[in-house]
Protein backbone atom coordinates (compact mmCIF):
# COMPACT_ATOMS: atom_id res chain seq x y z
CA UNK A 1 0.00 0.00 0.00
CA UNK A 2 1.35 3.70 -0.50
CA UNK A 3 2.11 5.76 2.12
CA UNK A 4 3.98 8.81 3.25
CA UNK A 5 4.33 8.46 7.58
CA UNK A 6 5.41 11.54 8.98
CA UNK A 7 7.45 12.17 12.44
CA UNK A 8 7.42 13.27 15.04
CA UNK A 9 3.58 14.58 14.79
CA UNK A 10 4.63 17.67 16.35
CA UNK A 11 7.99 19.55 17.88
CA UNK A 12 8.70 22.32 19.80
CA UNK A 13 11.80 24.48 20.01
CA UNK A 14 13.11 27.68 20.68
CA UNK A 15 13.84 30.65 18.29
CA UNK A 16 17.16 30.38 16.96
CA UNK A 17 17.18 26.63 17.04
CA UNK A 18 17.80 23.83 14.52
CA UNK A 19 14.91 20.77 13.95
CA UNK A 20 14.89 17.55 11.60
CA UNK A 21 11.60 16.56 10.59
CA UNK A 22 11.17 12.95 9.16
CA UNK A 23 9.65 11.54 6.35
CA UNK A 24 9.77 7.74 5.22
CA UNK A 25 7.34 6.66 2.11
CA UNK A 26 6.59 3.39 0.45
CA UNK A 27 5.53 4.50 -2.79
CA UNK A 28 6.31 2.53 -5.72
CA UNK A 29 7.54 3.74 -8.61
CA UNK A 30 9.00 6.91 -6.68
CA UNK A 31 9.55 9.58 -9.16
CA UNK A 32 9.94 12.83 -6.78
CA UNK A 33 9.28 13.95 -3.34
CA UNK A 34 8.07 17.47 -2.24
CA UNK A 35 7.99 19.52 1.20
CA UNK A 36 5.26 21.69 2.07
CA UNK A 37 4.85 24.35 4.62
CA UNK A 38 1.14 25.09 5.81
CA UNK A 39 0.44 27.87 7.54
CA UNK A 40 -2.52 27.84 9.91
CA UNK A 41 -5.45 28.42 7.76
CA UNK A 42 -3.83 28.76 5.18
CA UNK A 43 -2.81 26.37 1.58
CA UNK A 44 0.15 24.54 1.68
CA UNK A 45 3.09 26.12 0.09
CA UNK A 46 5.85 24.29 -1.74
CA UNK A 47 9.07 24.11 -0.65
CA UNK A 48 11.06 22.11 -2.36
CA UNK A 49 10.67 19.12 -5.35
CA UNK A 50 13.17 16.34 -4.94
CA UNK A 51 14.14 13.64 -7.72
CA UNK A 52 15.07 10.13 -7.28
CA UNK A 53 18.98 11.43 -7.95
CA UNK A 54 18.85 14.26 -5.86
CA UNK A 55 20.03 13.76 -2.36
CA UNK A 56 20.71 17.74 -0.98
CA UNK A 57 18.67 20.27 -1.97
CA UNK A 58 17.96 23.57 -0.05
CA UNK A 59 15.98 26.37 -0.19
CA UNK A 60 16.95 29.55 1.70
CA UNK A 61 17.47 28.20 5.95
CA UNK A 62 15.34 25.02 4.78
CA UNK A 63 17.44 21.97 3.87
CA UNK A 64 15.93 18.46 2.17
CA UNK A 65 17.27 15.23 2.09
CA UNK A 66 16.47 12.30 -0.02
CA UNK A 67 17.52 8.26 0.60
CA UNK A 68 15.74 6.44 -2.17
CA UNK A 69 17.37 3.22 -0.97
CA UNK A 70 16.07 3.87 2.33
CA UNK A 71 13.20 5.61 0.97
CA UNK A 72 13.85 8.31 4.05
CA UNK A 73 13.42 12.12 3.26
CA UNK A 74 14.60 14.59 6.06
CA UNK A 75 13.66 18.64 5.87
CA UNK A 76 16.43 20.46 8.53
CA UNK A 77 15.60 23.86 9.62
CA UNK A 78 18.60 26.23 10.45
CA UNK A 79 18.26 28.74 12.99
CA UNK A 80 14.03 28.57 13.59
CA UNK A 81 12.34 31.54 13.73
CA UNK A 82 8.82 32.14 14.40
CA UNK A 83 7.32 32.13 11.45
CA UNK A 84 8.70 29.20 10.85
CA UNK A 85 5.61 27.61 13.23
CA UNK A 86 3.35 25.91 10.57
CA UNK A 87 2.80 22.33 9.44
CA UNK A 88 5.17 20.68 7.26
CA UNK A 89 3.74 18.34 5.16
CA UNK A 90 5.56 15.47 3.12
CA UNK A 91 4.20 14.27 -0.54
CA UNK A 92 5.04 11.67 -2.89
CA UNK A 93 3.01 11.33 -6.47
CA UNK A 94 1.23 7.71 -7.12
CA UNK A 95 0.86 7.96 -10.80
CA UNK A 96 0.07 10.67 -12.92
CA UNK A 97 -1.23 13.06 -10.95
CA UNK A 98 -2.37 10.98 -7.66
CA UNK A 99 -0.58 12.38 -4.65
CA UNK A 100 0.04 10.55 -1.20
CA UNK A 101 0.10 12.82 1.85
CA UNK A 102 1.53 12.73 5.16
CA UNK A 103 -0.30 13.89 8.01
CA UNK A 104 2.38 16.61 8.55
CA UNK A 105 5.01 17.90 11.75
CA UNK A 106 3.03 20.65 13.63
CA UNK A 107 6.22 22.70 14.75
CA UNK A 108 5.81 25.38 17.20
CA UNK A 109 8.67 27.87 17.63
CA UNK A 110 8.68 29.95 20.95
CA UNK A 111 10.34 32.93 21.51
CA UNK B 1 1.12 34.89 -11.20
CA UNK B 2 -1.72 36.03 -9.30
CA UNK B 3 -2.07 32.61 -7.41
CA UNK B 4 -4.98 29.97 -6.95
CA UNK B 5 -7.62 31.61 -5.22
CA UNK B 6 -10.64 30.51 -3.95
CA UNK B 7 -14.45 31.63 -2.80
CA UNK B 8 -15.58 31.52 -0.26
CA UNK B 9 -13.29 31.60 2.50
CA UNK B 10 -15.48 30.70 4.53
CA UNK B 11 -19.01 29.40 4.51
CA UNK B 12 -21.54 28.47 7.67
CA UNK B 13 -24.40 26.59 6.46
CA UNK B 14 -27.53 24.21 8.16
CA UNK B 15 -27.10 20.26 7.64
CA UNK B 16 -29.52 19.58 4.25
CA UNK B 17 -28.63 22.51 2.66
CA UNK B 18 -26.73 22.61 -1.09
CA UNK B 19 -23.23 24.82 -1.27
CA UNK B 20 -20.90 25.99 -3.82
CA UNK B 21 -17.50 26.68 -3.89
CA UNK B 22 -15.39 28.20 -6.69
CA UNK B 23 -11.86 27.93 -7.27
CA UNK B 24 -9.67 29.93 -10.02
CA UNK B 25 -6.27 28.58 -10.61
CA UNK B 26 -3.20 30.08 -12.03
CA UNK B 27 -4.05 30.82 -15.61
CA UNK B 28 -1.52 28.53 -17.51
CA UNK B 29 -1.51 25.86 -15.69
CA UNK B 30 -3.69 22.77 -16.77
CA UNK B 31 -4.31 20.76 -13.73
CA UNK B 32 -6.95 21.29 -11.75
CA UNK B 33 -7.03 19.35 -8.29
CA UNK B 34 -9.78 19.46 -5.50
CA UNK B 35 -8.78 18.08 -1.55
CA UNK B 36 -10.26 18.11 1.43
CA UNK B 37 -8.63 18.78 4.73
CA UNK B 38 -9.61 17.96 8.27
CA UNK B 39 -7.96 19.28 11.60
CA UNK B 40 -4.21 17.46 11.92
CA UNK B 41 -4.76 15.51 8.80
CA UNK B 42 -3.28 16.00 5.07
CA UNK B 43 -5.48 17.19 2.02
CA UNK B 44 -7.62 14.18 0.96
CA UNK B 45 -7.64 13.69 -2.48
CA UNK B 46 -11.59 14.52 -3.94
CA UNK B 47 -11.35 14.89 -8.13
CA UNK B 48 -8.74 15.94 -10.32
CA UNK B 49 -9.01 17.81 -13.73
CA UNK B 50 -7.28 18.03 -17.27
CA UNK B 51 -8.45 21.04 -18.77
CA UNK B 52 -12.00 20.94 -18.74
CA UNK B 53 -11.65 16.78 -18.73
CA UNK B 54 -12.46 15.04 -14.83
CA UNK B 55 -10.68 12.55 -15.06
CA UNK B 56 -10.49 10.53 -11.93
CA UNK B 57 -12.97 10.93 -8.95
CA UNK B 58 -12.17 9.75 -5.06
CA UNK B 59 -14.78 6.25 -4.50
CA UNK B 60 -14.83 8.01 -0.68
CA UNK B 61 -16.71 10.91 -2.71
CA UNK B 62 -20.72 9.51 -2.14
CA UNK B 63 -23.15 11.59 -5.15
CA UNK B 64 -23.72 14.20 -3.35
CA UNK B 65 -20.33 15.65 -4.62
CA UNK B 66 -19.94 17.11 -8.14
CA UNK B 67 -17.37 19.29 -9.13
CA UNK B 68 -16.95 20.87 -12.85
CA UNK B 69 -14.58 23.01 -14.42
CA UNK B 70 -16.37 24.40 -18.25
CA UNK B 71 -14.01 25.93 -20.55
CA UNK B 72 -10.91 24.23 -18.60
CA UNK B 73 -10.48 27.39 -16.49
CA UNK B 74 -12.38 27.62 -13.35
CA UNK B 75 -14.04 25.14 -11.43
CA UNK B 76 -16.80 24.41 -8.95
CA UNK B 77 -17.22 22.13 -6.57
CA UNK B 78 -21.12 21.78 -5.17
CA UNK B 79 -21.56 19.41 -2.23
CA UNK B 80 -25.85 18.92 -1.86
CA UNK B 81 -27.68 17.90 1.46
CA UNK B 82 -24.72 18.89 3.77
CA UNK B 83 -23.85 16.49 6.67
CA UNK B 84 -22.11 17.04 9.64
CA UNK B 85 -18.92 15.29 8.21
CA UNK B 86 -18.63 17.56 5.47
CA UNK B 87 -17.58 20.31 7.91
CA UNK B 88 -13.49 20.15 6.39
CA UNK B 89 -11.70 22.58 4.82
CA UNK B 90 -11.90 22.16 1.13
CA UNK B 91 -8.48 23.23 -0.53
CA UNK B 92 -8.23 23.41 -4.30
CA UNK B 93 -4.72 23.34 -6.41
CA UNK B 94 -3.02 23.80 -10.14
CA UNK B 95 -0.38 22.73 -11.73
CA UNK B 96 0.99 22.47 -15.12
CA UNK B 97 1.63 18.90 -16.75
CA UNK B 98 5.35 18.17 -17.57
CA UNK B 99 6.85 14.90 -18.87
CA UNK B 100 9.25 14.57 -15.68
CA UNK B 101 5.72 14.91 -13.41
CA UNK B 102 7.80 17.56 -11.17
CA UNK B 103 5.54 20.41 -11.52
CA UNK B 104 4.63 21.84 -8.08
CA UNK B 105 0.80 22.03 -7.02
CA UNK B 106 -0.17 25.35 -5.93
CA UNK B 107 -2.84 25.53 -3.17
CA UNK B 108 -5.44 27.94 -2.85
CA UNK B 109 -6.12 29.22 0.75
CA UNK B 110 -9.16 26.82 1.03
CA UNK B 111 -13.07 27.25 1.60
CA UNK B 112 -13.36 26.43 5.25
CA UNK B 113 -17.14 24.76 5.85
CA UNK B 114 -19.23 24.36 8.78
CA UNK B 115 -22.05 22.49 9.10
CA UNK B 116 -24.58 23.41 11.92
Known amino acids: KNQVEQSPQSLIILEGKNCTLQCNYTVSPFSNLRWYKQDTGRGPVSLTI?????NTKSNGRYTATLDADTKQSSLHITASQLSDSASYIC??????????FGTGTRLKVLA | DTGVSQDPRHKITKRGQNVTFRCDPISEHNRLYWYRQTLGQGPEFLTYFQNEAQLEKSRLLSDRFSAERPKGSFSTLEIQRTEQGDSAMYLC??????????????FGDGTRLSIL
Open chain 2, 93 to 106: ASSLSSGLGNQPQH
Open chain 1, 91 to 100: VVPSGTYKYI
Open chain 1, 50 to 54: MTFSE
